[in-house]
């Protein structure tokens, strides 16, 4: 199995607030995992990418930030939300053959 | 800069007709394309995908056309259903970007299909 967990589903949060979202997933170690975000109107964007614990790259400057304290655990996070930071977020991995989704969080900053 | 677009923002076809969405790419180095599916408030589903050692795979109704010199793909789906109205996502990867032999994907903006009944 080749399975994404994402959490919350959905999310409304005040400007100015923090954010962390999790997503854990299961099957081959040592997954590629990524951040992407789908803004209204928009294709998705790769936020950011992490080949291993503690290695993350970043794609676009932003007020988001992504850590990886696990093998299988991706996590997004914001100190202080933007109404901008509004959107569907993905986490998505490789390995194992593939590219597979989670079934996303839609935020909405207010 | 958007190196892969997908320049109709919705396409709309009757039940039984051909659906055809287009994409074009500007990086040579792209050598992977894949089409991904979406339902609203749910992650892309994979369709289908085409090396570009290839200029044609298919998959039931689903049919992928690459033209690299034109630097160019294609999804066709014939017939086309009411069940396949989403949106429709082109992707392409180059190798080795990330450590796997897909690695960083990236995105058109997406065309809205709607098939009406």
């Known amino acids: 199995s080749q399975t994404i967990h994402q959490w919350p589903a959905t999310l409304v949060q005040p400007v100015g607030s923090p954010l962390s979202l999790e997503c854990t997933v299961e099957g081959t170690s040592n997954p590629n995992l990524y951040w992407y975000r789908q803004a209204a109107g928009r294709g998705l964007q790769l936020l950011f990418y992490s080949v291993g614990i503690g290695q993350i790259s970043s794609e676009v400057p932003q007020n988001l930030s992504a850590s990886r304290p696990q093998d299988r655990q991706f996590i997004l996070s914001s100190k202080k939300l933007l109404l901008s930071d509004s959107g569907f977020y993905l986490c998505?991995?490789?390995?194992?053959?593939?590219?597979?989704f989670g079934s996303g969080t839609r935020l909405t900053v207010v | 800069d958007q190196q892969v677009k997908q320049n109709s923002p919705s396409l709309s076809v009757q039940e039984g007709r051909i659906s055809i969405l287009n994409c074009d790419y500007t990086n040579s180095m792209f050598d992977y394309f894949l089409w991904y599916k979406k339902y609203p408030a749910e992650g892309p589903t994979f369709l289908i995908s085409i090396s570009s050692i290839k200029d044609k795979n298919e998959d039931g109704r689903f049919t992928v056309f690459l033209n690299k010199s034109a630097k160019h793909l294609s999804l066709h789906i014939v017939p086309s259903q009411p069940g396949d109205s989403a949106v429709y996502f082109c992707a392409a990867s180059g190798k080795n970007a990330g450590g796997t032999s897909y690695g960083k994907l990236t995105f058109g903006q997406g065309t809205i299909l709607t098939v009406h009944p």
């Open positions: 998505a991995r490789t390995g194992g053959g593939g590219y597979t």
